[in-house]
């Protein structure tokens, strides 16, 4: 299978050239040529499947440059029980008669985007061998808080790679921060960013479209290369999670073969809930994609309206993971509904740059209609949604999962659609103490790592191992930088 440039489909190259280079050469998101289906009985044959089997019979479809025994192969690492806490890796929790929650944080940084970078390294190593390549790459990290150490993590120690990080300086929680900023490894580095996500976020485009960069990285022995989700090779493992969840459904006896259901995504960069999209489109009976957002809701704007406008106030809020203004993963969805139409794309995408916003046609606007529903809500209505997810349910959530939650809720009470619903959560609530622990009614907030204990002493729940060994970690990475000098920060990491 080929993968072509939303922003020019005769742009064409292999799923290793795709996931080595991470991003298309002029500027757009790589993409499959075709969107596979599953047979008429692909999901009945995965019910029996262990996740990592399903891992390898969903990839495969989308990489015929790799054998079925090297996907056998990664799976097995990337979701062992050496690095799962769980033995399905992504469990599905039934909370109601109709509402399920799909449980994506039992990896090695307690948030759903080890799902795909546990897997990303071993497709990129792997790749860089099929491409002949002898330079060593570097990846480049924005993150609005999980990606940057579920990255550091997955690439830690791994052989010609370098990583380096940047998050937005006071936009991420404390834990996720000590979590970066100890990181081990020695071709890692991670660096705060003065400004938020959208600020991190166009600086490391901006160094990957820096040819003198480029140039002289080159001479060093160095190429760039992206772990966040404009990389197809994060995108793809994403697909598994939402296949999986239906399959455990079946297997379960909660629906029927080709009953639909509705999930509820939160998210900001539209990578995840474009996963869930594209499983859908392979034949998986989802009926709506719902989008959760915080208060930074130009996403539900978009999806209401058709027109996407990032010209507004920026709030940090509880849920930081999702403080994002610039939804990247859209682009490929853009390019699904002009019917790739990579022109359009192009259009839409230099509106955006050169405007901040831009209107698509009545033709998307009506498939964004049929595919999507969207919702918003403030801290305050998070907080009382843990709050009341824990007295109703003695379930504990973290905060972005409660915006989903409430999501959901607004959806059900304007539609009245009780089509059977998976909440996706994307990561434990011992990332977000503070704010968790607010919600369920504490006043005096312990310092530090204590605060984990806090939580556990309130709830009863147990703080996840990989988060309890902060407490014995020491700091490694507070080096802070200005925007315009991220170029320094790479050149000086890749000395």
């Not at 497709?123 to 808080?145: D, H, P």
């Amino acid at each position: 299978m080929q993968y072509v440039s939303t922003r020019n489909k005769n742009q064409k190259c292999s799923a290793a050239q795709a996931i080595a280079q991470g991003l298309a050469a002029d500027g757009g998101l790589l993409t499959p040529e075709v969107l596979p289906k599953l047979s008429s009985n692909g999901l009945a044959t995965m019910t029996d499947m262990s996740y990592q089997q399903r891992a390898v019979y969903v990839m495969n479809a989308y990489l015929d440059d790799f054998t079925a025994s090297e996907l056998s192969s990664f799976a097995s690492r990337a979701y062992g029980q050496d690095k799962f806490d769980e033995k399905d890796v992504a469990p599905v929790r039934r909370v109601d008669e109709n509402t399920y929650c799909l449980e994506l944080w039992h990896g090695p940084t307690c948030a759903f985007k080890d799902m795909a970078l546990q897997m990303l390294p071993h497709l990129l190593s792997a790749s860089l061998v099929k491409n002949e390549e002898q330079k060593t790459v570097c990846i480049l990290v924005a993150t609005s808080g999980d990606t940057g150490k579920a990255a550091l993590e997955g690439f830690k120690d791994v052989n010609k790679t370098r990583i380096l990080v940047f998050y937005p300086k006071d936009g991420v929680s404390d834990i996720q921060q000590l979590q970066m900023q100890t990181q081990e490894g020695d071709n890692v580095g991670v660096c705060a960013v003065v400004g938020n996500f959208d600020d991190a976020q166009t600086g490391v485009k901006r160094l990957f479209s820096d040819a003198a960069l480029r140039d002289t990285l080159a001479g060093r022995g160095f190429f760039f290369s992206s772990a966040n989700s404009i990389n197809w090779g994060r995108i793809l493992p994403q697909i598994v999670y939402y296949i999986s969840a239906y399959c455990d459904l079946l297997k379960e006896g909660r629906i029927q073969k080709g009953d639909p259901i509705n999930v509820c995504v939160p998210t900001g960069n539209f990578g995840n809930i474009l996963s869930a999209y594209y499983a859908k489109e392979m034949g998986v009976p989802i009926r709506k994609l719902i989008c959760a957002s915080n208060r930074n809701n130009v996403l539900t704007d978009f999806i209401q309206t058709g027109v996407y406008d990032r010209n507004r106030s920026f709030y940090n809020t509880m849920s930081p993971s999702m403080d994002i203004l610039i939804s990247s993963n859209l682009e490929r969805m853009l390019f699904e509904f002009t019917e790739r139409d990579d022109e359009a794309v192009k259009t839409y995408m230099e509106e955006l740059s050169a405007n901040g916003r831009y209107e698509v046609s009545e033709k998307v606007k009506k498939q964004l209609g049929r595919h999507f529903a969207a919702g918003c809500c403030d801290d305050a209505q998070t907080q009382a949604r843990i709050a009341q997810m824990w007295k109703d349910h003695h379930y504990l959530i973290d905060t972005h999962t409660a915006v989903a939650f409430h999501v959901l809720d607004q959806y059900r009470a304007e539609t009245g659609d009780e089509t059977p619903a998976v909440v996706v959560s994307t990561a434990s609530p011992f990332k977000f103490c503070d704010s968790v622990l607010g919600a369920l009614g504490a006043t005096e907030l312990v310092q530090g790592t204590g605060i984990l204990d806090q939580l556990t002493a309130l709830t009863g729940e147990p703080v996840p191992a990989p988060l309890a060994a902060l407490k014995d970690k020491a700091v490694r990475f507070d080096q802070v930088t200005e925007k315009e000098h991220m170029a320094d920060r790479v050149l000086e990491m890749l000395k």
